[in-house]
């Protein structure tokens, strides 16, 4: 069904007030990952749960406890929990957005203070940390409820909302709580239908998109260690075992130049792509220009959208990422380091999972390592890591946010799957047991972990109207 024009047209007319709310939700650095700017942490959800009280949600803060950042011991901000509406006769969504920002400083490189919202006078972009990560789609979700509120108008569905503070520094303390209240137990999250995200972004700055996938992670760490000190190469040239040597050549076994994983078994899990798959991608509206644009430099991997396409939504990736201990400075100095670490991580896509694939690369690394007859000392650690998600784009969930593209946007929505990964989507999908859907609001260049963050003006009005459209649709789908 489709959203009253009352609502399209409140939205128009409230804009210039919701980008004000914008600028004061900016105005709060809740950096989550730096100890000195926590209270502001909790100032933001403080603030937010002011805001959504005044529309109308009956919320609670939920103490995450405390957690140890640098050496420190912090309490964690406290998760939002917010719901409207309880009839049984209607759908039940989750929402879940997240009020921490990455850290900002002027000094990185911004053009302006990105702790101040500033409306761009020709282009309307709306610049500062946090303008499209996240704050914005929460934001668009107060503008929504806002409508409602004022015209004591009912929401289509009823509404449980779960926001966080901390997803910019691994959502600590977040999987517990859903694990504890949504695991059928009468807990918090029990009858949730379906649920929605609004943390990510369309794949380029025209076609709105939908999002039905994210790659996992595994993340290790390669120690080579020999002497009991840094040598001099002109005195132990040529005599010892060097550590940095042996790395330098595991490494260099992990993947090939055109991205292909050398540890065998890796590649040959994932299933070749279905004609239905191949679809999908010749139809996204992508071109390899995008993908240099955004690189900065033509070093696409293949001339072949599709295949580029696939090598970042589809494809396990390993990169490689750096050489802890490694001489790094400027000039010549001729050592031979003692001890260097090399750093490389694999993105993974179903049905990987690090469980499956960690042992496959230990194995390998060994055994390559047993073939050099080092006497230097091999150590590896799987750092950290998470699974891969995939969902069922042809949900309902998913229908109705297409209609609801397509009522707004007057364009078929892309269907896309991230490279990246956002593990509580995953969290949601298998505690809940129900479909997951990611609706990004801002651009595909609006620099969310970068300097100069944006959002649109039109992605944040007319993103509002999507959002509010969707659960009209979602309410006769
Ligand atoms: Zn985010």
Redesign the pocket.
Known sequence: MPAPTEFLQFVDQNADAFIQRLSDAVAIPSISGDASHRKDVFKMADWLNDQLKAVGVETQLVDLGKHIMDDEELQLPPAILGRIGNDPKKKTVLLYG?FDVQPANKSDGWDTDPFTLVVHPTNGQLIGRGSS??KGPILGWLNVLQYHFQTGKELPVNLKMCFEGM?ESGSEGLDDLVKREGSGNGGWFDGVDCVCIS?NYWLNTRTPALTYGLRGLTYFKLTVSGPSRDLHSGVFGRTVHEPMTDLIHLMGQLVSPTGKILIPGVDEMVPPPTEEEKAIYSGLDYSIQDIQDAAGAAIALSDDKVNVLMGRMRYPSLSLHGIEGAFSGVGAKTVIPAKVSGKFSIRLVPPQTPDAVNPLVIAYLQSEFAKLNSKNKLHIEDLHGGKPWVADHKHWNFEAAKRATEAVYKQSPDLTREGGSIPVTLTFAETLGVNVLLLPMGRGDDG?HSTNEKLDRSNFIEGTKLLGTYLYELASV
């Open positions: 997240h990560d996240d997803e943390d969310a």
